[in-house]
């Protein structure tokens, strides 16, 4: 094996080691994403995911503190877990309670949440939509709906809605966004400027029963709300990936409503992360080219 910027057989007793634990991962694009901009930004450095089973989060920051890796990235379902077991946090994961980046710091691990930056980043860079003074409306309550909810709000959203099916969960999301967040109805989607679904509604049967389980499978519904309720001059943002283009992206779209999938926010988070570790701003563009070759060769195996 050899990485052409390194030249020379690669990798060696040298090589950096950064990767992504979880439980499915074996489905995660994120090695082509990041070992593309290591391989960029020719670096010595190898990005591998590792299955670990829930409960084992423990075991796994453990072992990457005595190998001394660079870097870590947390899925579900961790991402809790990893915030009680690392020696600082960020003030966002702080603020979340969850981790999904790993960054060494001399001889401590400090966990950080990149998903909202890297959600918001995605808006403003590929939508070239700018959440300050925004209404927006989130359907969800899980972590990447309490991820968005709270970036938004510190990137200035005037108003952000949260509606989800468990209202307890949609309360502890909005709660993330301050004075600005509060629990509403999905009727009120016909009067935001942004929507965003951050359910798992309109994901690939197979990703959505390996990543939530086949219960997950029961009566899931085609879109996370009605489309007639959407307006031109709105944005949708859906969080999901894979498919490339879900229901709600292609409903949105025939209905003359802009509309994007969650790969912007994937490869964003990981631009902030892959920062936090090496120090250098990686290329986007080849993450981004990476993501949509591995979510090609995703689609071809499903
Ligand atoms: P999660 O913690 O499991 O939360 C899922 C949320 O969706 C829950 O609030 C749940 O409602 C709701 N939900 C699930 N199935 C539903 C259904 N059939 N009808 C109505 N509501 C339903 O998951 P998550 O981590 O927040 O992830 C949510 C989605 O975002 C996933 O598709 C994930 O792949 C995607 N995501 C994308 C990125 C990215 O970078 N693009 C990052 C993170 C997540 P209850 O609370 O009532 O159970």
Request: glycine share 10%; net charge negative; hydrophobic share 50%.
């Amino acid at each position: 094996m050899s990485r052409p910027a390194l030249g020379g057989a690669w990798p060696t007793a040298r090589t950096h080691l950064a990767g992504v634990i979880g439980d499915p991962v074996r489905h995660s694009i994120s090695p082509a994403l990041h070992n593309a901009a290591f391989d960029a930004l020719g670096l010595d450095w190898a990005y591998l995911a590792f299955t670990v089973a829930a409960g084992n989060a423990s075991a796994a920051i453990a072992a990457a503190r005595v190998l001394a890796m660079e870097g870590l990235s947390v899925t579900m379902p961790h991402k809790r877990d990893v915030a009680s077991l690392v020696d600082r946090l960020s003030p966002t994961a702080t603020a979340l309670g969850a981790v999904n980046t790993v960054v060494r710091q001399g001889g401590e691990l400090v966990g950080d949440n990149t998903d909202g930056a890297g959600f918001v980043d995605a808006l403003r860079f590929d939508e070239g939509f700018e959440p300050e003074g925004r209404r927006c409306l989130v359907v969800g309550g899980g972590g990447a709906a309490r991820a968005v909810a709270h970036a938004l709000a510190c990137a200035g959203a005037s108003e952000v809605i949260v509606v989800n099916r468990s209202v307890a969960a949609a309360q502890h999301a909005a709660d993330l966004a301050g004075v600005r967040g509060r629990v509403g109805t999905i009727e009120e989607a016909s009067s935001v400027d942004l929507v965003v679904n951050a359910t798992p509604i309109g994901m690939a049967l197979a990703s959505t029963a390996s990543i939530h389980g086949a219960a997950a499978l029961v009566d899931v519904p085609a879109v996370p709300l009605d489309l007639d309720l959407l307006r031109p001059g709105q944005l949708v943002a859906d969080l999901v990936y894979h498919p490339p283009v879900t229901a709600l992206v292609l409903g949105a779209r025939s209905r003359g409503i802009a509309a994007c999938n969650g790969l912007g926010m994937l490869v964003h988070q990981a631009a902030h992360a892959s920062r936090l570790w090496t120090g250098l701003d990686p290329p986007k563009e080849v993450m981004s080219a990476a993501a949509l070759a591995a979510l090609a060769r995703a689609e071809a195996v499903d």
